[in-house]
């Protein structure tokens, strides 16, 4: 009896881990669930990651507000939308996903488009590029499926990533393949969407600021970029009557004369 008693609590201690190896793997467990949620939740969005507190702030000395949206807004009720305001300012513009690299068309893009314009609004489409699908692929594709009109706003670029196994300058390349492609249709130059630290490591070329800027940058008061631009999203957490869910707020840098001198001819 005694022997066994022994033998049982000899292979009872040796199967019990030391605490500092349950602290490892513990450790490990938390950082593979961190690892996890920024490569599949923050990772594909970049920036688009929603902040978890806070209300949307509104920028002062903006009066000319607008939003962008695509089929994550859902239906929108343009009835109620059509009389929104965005700290007591009216919704001037809306920026609409149409394309995204050289075979997606964004289902809510035509009904979107349509009623923008139905609506009294300042419209334009934007096409998120992908780095899967070749410039002149991507370029054709969205002039086969949007077709701006007097009036509208210039057509957008929205890039957000560059490919890690492609030198920067045949990145730049493509995208001025896509630009120049578009700008021989409509006769003027497409604006470029990205965020702040995009525009600085990437596009921080002369060649890129010929183009009217559209800089994503959230949760703060003050825009940082430091160069010229037209258009700041300034945060992703926006609440409008006619729309369920969140939407993206933005401001013009000028007068509604300017914007209208923006538009196409």
Not at 41 to 58: I, N, Q
Not at 147 to 167: A, I, R
């Amino acid at each position: 009896m005694t022997k066994k008693k022994k033998s049982k609590r000899v292979i009872s201690r040796s199967n019990r881990l030391p605490r500092w190896t349950w602290y490892a793997i513990s450790g490990a467990i938390v950082a593979l669930y961190v690892w996890v949620f920024y490569a599949f939740f923050v990772s594909p969005t970049g920036f688009r990651w929603r902040a978890l507190f806070g209300e949307p702030k509104y920028p002062d000395g903006y009066e000319i507000r607008g939003i962008d949206i695509s089929h994550y807004q859902r239906d929108i009720n343009w009835n109620k939308l059509q009389f929104a305001r965005i700290d007591n300012c009216p919704l001037r513009f809306i920026l609409i996903k149409a394309t995204e690299g050289s075979t997606r068309l964004d289902p809510k893009f035509n009904n979107n488009f349509y009623n923008a314009k139905e609506y009294g609004f300042k419209r334009g489409a934007y096409h998120f590029w992908s780095n899967r699908s070749s410039a002149k692929s991507q370029a054709q594709f969205f002039l086969d499926k949007v077709k701006l009109e007097t009036g509208d706003l210039p057509p957008v670029l929205d890039v957000e990533k560059k490919p890690d196994n492609k030198p920067l300058e045949d990145f730049q390349r493509d995208l001025l393949t896509w630009l120049h492609a578009v700008e021989d249709t409509y006769h003027c130059k497409p604006i470029i969407y990205t965020y702040h630290n995009f525009k600085k490591n990437y596009l921080n070329t002369p060649v890129f600021d010929q183009y009217p800027l559209w800089i994503a940058h959230y949760y703060t008061e003050e825009m940082e970029y430091d160069g010229d631009w037209k258009f700041w999203q300034h945060t992703d957490t926006g609440r409008l009557p006619g729309i369920s869910g969140y939407v993206d707020f933005n401001v013009y840098n000028g007068s509604f004369y300017d914007l209208e001198q923006l538009c196409i001819d």
